[in-house]
């Protein structure tokens, strides 16, 4: 058994963060624990700056490792859960660019909120509040957002969706998505 075992099961289940308690060991095993990956084709990301690691699957395209088997699947979200990310890498954009606070804070309200205008107008508003709170919650499993320890129905955007949203996309994508909502209401 390697004395980093726990860091490496931590990062195979997702993503690390620095208030992990394997954090240290990841940081003082860097190098082991990247050969350690790369024998099975993945990269250790990590961001020390903003307090995160995880793996991600090497692209190859070379002969000897076409037909290596892909641990980490690339998967679509749903639209809702992609709105929100959307929505999550906005707030967060603009949260730094003000530097108030190195946490980007938001309630359930605040959320459902940013999401509402992106949904057609509708008489049955709890099925529109039961998709966002479906989307919440998977994104929070995702580990895009977490709950806030003693705060009800508080989050905190994870600084881990700004390696899988480009700031340069988030505009362009809701936009497109502010035109098919527009119209979904319009062939209503």
């Known amino acids: 058994m390697k ?8 990062l195979l289940k997702g993503i690390v963060y620095s208030h992990s308690k394997y954090w240290d060991d990841l ?17 250790v990301i990590i ?28 998967r679509q979200l749903v639209f ?7 929505l ?10 003000e530097g108030e606070s190195i946490k980007a804070i938001l309630s359930k309200d605040d959320i459902i909120s940013l999401m509402k205008p992106f949904y057609p107008e509708t ?15 998977n994104v929070v499993k995702d580990g895009f957002l977490r709950r806030m320890e003693n705060e009800d129905e508080r989050y905190e955007i994870n600084r881990i969706i700004k390696a899988f949203i ?14 098919y909502t527009t119209s979904t209401k319009e062939n209503d």
């Open 3 to 10: 004395s980093y075992s726990n860091i490496l099961v931590s």
């Open 166 to 179: 480009n700031a340069d996309v988030v505009k362009n994508e809701l936009e497109k998505y502010k035109t």
């Open 80 to 86: 809702h859960d992609s709105l929100l990310c959307l």
């Open 88 to 97: 999550l890498r906005k707030q967060l954009i603009e949260s730094d660019s």
């Open 27 to 43: 940081i003082k095993n860097e190098q082991d624990i990247k050969n350690y990956f790369s024998d099975i084709c993945l990269d």
């Open 47 to 74: 961001d020390k700056s903003e307090g995160y690691a995880y793996l991600k699957q090497k692209e190859t395209e070379d002969e000897e490792n076409k037909d290596i088997l892909r641990l980490i699947e690339k």
């Open 123 to 137: 008489t049955n508003e709890a099925r529109q509040i039961k998709q966002i709170n479906t989307a919440i919650n």
